[in-house]
């Protein structure tokens, strides 16, 4: 079984749009879309038949691989790449991701529903007035029950500088593997 969860504003969230295509793809099917003038679009998807009972979906990793879940992440990165890309392998892992561009919009998200996230999984350098070490601190004394993880595409002096500032919270070093971060993740969730 695959979960796909998104924002409130679903039709035209791009995020929806991208975790269908990537279940799609993931599972050997096809999208068909077609627009026909006053009857709005129709989207087909194709997949291929199970062949057998008890087949694990592409949205589940199969016992033995990858370290996955279920929880519910909020993704927090300003380059919209990186976040598309950690989106399609967060979800691909099976976690239930929502995601944001900056701390600002990230915070605002965590007071309105704190409680339906696990895991805040946020870049360190980001625009606007609350940067992502700055995230970490608040959710850690607003919900200590919440669980932080921190990426940072800095190397070397900076990085390792804010990691040791970071409370426990590990930083995981862009660019990332899906394995990488796979296992950064279950363990963050696990601690």
């Known amino acids: ?102 701390g600002d919009t990230a915070l605002a998200l965590l007071e309105k529903k704190s409680g339906e996230f696990d895991l805040v999984f946020s870049d360190m350098m980001m625009p606007g007035l609350v940067d992502g070490f700055e995230l970490a601190q608040l959710v850690l004394e607003r919900w200590p029950s919440r669980k932080v993880q921190l990426t940072s595409g800095f190397s070397g002096g900076v990085g390792d500088k804010l990691e040791e500032q970071a409370m426990g919270v590990t930083v995981i070093r862009k660019p990332y593997r899906k394995a990488d971060l796979a296992r950064a993740v279950r363990a963050t969730l696990a601690a």
């Open 1 to 102: 079984m695959t979960q796909i969860c998104t924002p409130d504003d679903w039709p035209n969230h791009p995020s929806r749009n991208r975790q269908h295509a990537g279940f799609v793809h993931q599972s050997g099917g096809v999208i068909d879309t077609v627009s026909a003038l006053g009857e709005g679009p129709t989207v087909r998807l194709f997949l291929p038949r199970a062949v057998e009972a008890g087949v694990v979906s592409a949205g589940r990793p199969k016992a033995g691989s990858l370290p996955h879940g279920s929880e519910r992440i909020l993704l927090v990165e300003d380059n919209e790449q990186v976040r598309a890309v950690a989106v399609e392998q967060l979800t691909s892992l099976g976690y239930c991701v929502v995601e944001t561009e900056n």
